[in-house]
């Protein structure tokens, strides 16, 4: 696989590097980024790097299903988080999306600037019909981002997240590629 970006503006989404370990970690790690996540903080830096390496692995492969994307201020480089787009089955065209974005650039329009080009991608390059979206009922920021991104609110799964406080419902967001886009 040639090494590919997606740029806007401000941001530009890479395919993750080991060099991203210590970025990663951290991210991970942070209590606020991990409220709604169902992944866990991690103990050390053996199990981030644990969790990490098939992401890495994935994204050599010549043919990608599962693009895990750092995403990085371009103004200086920073790290700001994490962006994933897991492919479906070919015959159904389908994606879905995932982002967790560090708590210092939370409420900037990052996460929001990053699903848009990702939704993009998956549409213009990709030739999606159909990119999905969960979000746990309780996360207010990030459904904020869907709808800003133009994902519709479908449905509702009962008590399937298990996160540290309890089970959650979880919102399901979708977009297709006949829907009008918010690119602004």
Same mark, same amino acid.
């Given at each position: 696989?040639?090494?590919? !970006?997606?740029?806007? #503006? @401000?941001?530009?989404?890479? &395919?993750?590097? $080991?060099?991203?370990?210590?970025?990663?970690? *951290?991210?991970?790690?942070?209590?606020?980024?991990?409220?709604?996540?169902?992944?866990?903080?991690?103990?050390?830096?053996?199990?981030?790097?644990?969790?990490?390496?098939?992401?890495?692995?994935?994204?050599?492969?010549?043919?990608?299903?599962?693009?895990?994307?750092?995403? !990085?201020?371009?103004? #200086? @480089?920073?790290?700001?988080? &994490?962006?994933? $787009?897991?492919?479906?089955?070919?015959?159904? *065209?389908?994606?879905?999306?995932?982002?967790?974005?560090?708590?210092?650039?939370?409420?900037?329009?990052?996460?929001?600037?990053?699903?848009?080009?990702?939704?993009?991608?998956?549409?213009?390059?990709?030739?999606?019909?159909?990119?999905?979206?969960?979000?746990?009922?309780?996360?207010?920021?990030?459904?904020?981002?869907?709808?800003?991104?133009?994902?519709?609110?479908?449905?509702?799964?009962?008590?399937?997240?298990?996160?540290?406080?309890?089970?959650?419902?979880?919102?399901?967001?979708?977009?297709?590629?006949?829907?009008?886009?918010?690119?602004?």
């Amino acid at each position: 696989m040639t090494e590919f !970006e997606i740029l806007t #503006d @401000r941001i530009k989404l890479r &395919l993750i590097e $080991l060099s991203d370990l210590n970025s990663i970690h *951290k991210l991970h790690s942070l209590p606020e980024t991990d409220e709604f996540n169902t992944l866990g903080i991690p103990q050390n830096f053996e199990e981030t790097k644990n969790i990490i390496e098939p992401w890495i692995a994935e994204n050599k492969l010549s043919k990608i299903r599962n693009y895990t994307f750092a995403i !990085e201020n371009r103004s #200086d @480089r920073e790290f700001i988080g &994490l962006f994933g $787009l897991k492919l479906g089955d070919e015959k159904y *065209k389908r994606g879905e999306v995932w982002y967790k974005i560090h708590s210092d650039y939370w409420k900037k329009g990052f996460a929001t600037e990053s699903l848009k080009a990702v939704i993009n991608f998956g549409f213009d390059n990709l030739k999606l019909h159909r990119i999905e979206a969960g979000c746990a009922v309780g996360n207010i920021g990030s459904i904020k981002v869907l709808e800003k991104a133009g994902m519709v609110r479908e449905g509702r799964l009962r008590q399937v997240l298990p996160l540290k406080f309890g089970w959650s419902d979880n919102f399901e967001y979708s977009i297709l590629e006949t829907d009008e886009r918010k690119n602004n």
